[in-house]
């Protein structure tokens, strides 16, 4: 069973950076998107960033909150996707979750999670 593993969460004053990492446990075939969702207390997980394909061309898509301010990239060889995530805010805060999908059939891999707290 593949599991995901997100690391780099931890606590940061409003302006810091953190970066996120995310490791599949092993080779994932097929996978089509990369992503990062957040989920703050009392409010439902929303989509922060995703790294996809479109045919031969990589795609990037952010939530407009964190345009400028958060990248997405991955290593395909390391079956990693990052989350570098710079001029931090109070509202960034909630637990981090790393997403990769399969098309066909459709499949989601979750990890666990990882907290982000930033500091006012």
């Known amino acids: 069973q593949v599991q995901l593993v997100e690391s780099g969460g931890g606590l940061v004053q409003a302006g810091g950076s953190l970066r996120l990492s995310c490791v599949a446990s092993?080779?994932?075939?097929?996978?089509?998107?990369m992503g990062w969702y957040r989920q703050a207390p009392g409010k439902q997980r929303e989509l922060v960033a995703v790294?996809?394909?479109?045919?031969?061309?990589?795609?990037?898509k952010y939530a407009d909150s964190v345009k400028g301010r958060f990248t997405i990239s991955r290593d395909n060889g390391k079956n990693t996707v990052y989350l570098q995530m710079n001029s931090l805010k109070p509202e960034d805060t909630a637990v981090y979750y790393c997403?990769?999908?399969?098309?066909?059939?459709?499949?989601?891999?979750w990890g666990q999670g990882t907290q982000v707290t930033v500091s006012s």
């Open positions: 790294i996809f394909n479109v045919g031969i061309t990589t795609t990037t």
């Open positions: 997403n990769f999908q399969k098309p066909l059939p459709l499949t989601n891999y």
């Open positions: 092993k080779t994932i075939s097929s996978i089509n998107s």
